[in-house]
């Protein structure tokens, strides 16, 4: 879906939260009819080549949102190290070990977790 919808538009955030105040409703009544299990694949590549992909599995999208928002807000308030603030998890998740404690802290309840790294050569 990413690579399909302009970065213009996914980058514009007011657009975003009017969208998802629109389509919430839908989604609600969706997962009521055949239920709220949820699953992504996440691709990104860095700069320097290295790829990593994101796994995640879990039975419950209201369940795993709510765990992810607090194993994030958790590590923002007892991090050291991390600016304080509202933003994006992306703007903040740049240091490796954080990034790795928050997926840790927020996949406790997922019924499939992996993640891939590859580096190009």
Same mark, same amino acid.
């Given at each position: 879906?990413?690579?399909?919808?302009?970065?213009?538009?996914?980058?514009?955030?007011?657009?975003?939260?009017?969208? #998802?105040?629109?389509?919430?409703?839908?989604? @609600?009544?969706?997962?009521?009819?055949?239920?709220? =299990?949820?699953?992504?694949?996440?691709?990104?590549?860095?700069?320097?080549?290295?790829? @990593?992909?994101?796994?995640?599995?879990?039975?419950?999208?209201?369940?795993?949102?709510?765990?992810?928002?607090?194993?994030?807000?958790?590590?923002?308030?007892? #991090?050291?190290?991390? &600016?304080?603030?509202?933003?994006? &998890?992306?703007?903040?998740?740049?240091? &490796?070990?954080?990034?790795?404690?928050?997926?840790?802290?927020?996949? @406790?309840?997922?019924?499939?977790?992996? =993640?891939? =790294?590859?580096? #190009?050569?």
């Amino acid at each position: 879906m990413a690579c399909a919808v302009p970065k213009k538009i996914l980058t514009n955030q007011a657009l975003i939260a009017k969208f #998802s105040e629109f389509i919430g409703p839908l989604v @609600r009544a969706v997962d009521a009819i055949v239920g709220g =299990t949820t699953a992504m694949r996440v691709e990104a590549v860095g700069s320097d080549g290295s790829s @990593r992909s994101l796994l995640y599995g879990h039975e419950e999208l209201s369940e795993c949102v709510g765990i992810a928002a607090a194993a994030f807000t958790w590590h923002l308030l007892m #991090s050291k190290n991390l &600016p304080k603030g509202v933003l994006y &998890p992306e703007e903040l998740l740049s240091d &490796p070990d954080e990034f790795e404690a928050v997926l840790e802290s927020g996949v @406790r309840t997922a019924f499939d977790w992996k =993640t891939f =790294t590859e580096k #190009s050569l």
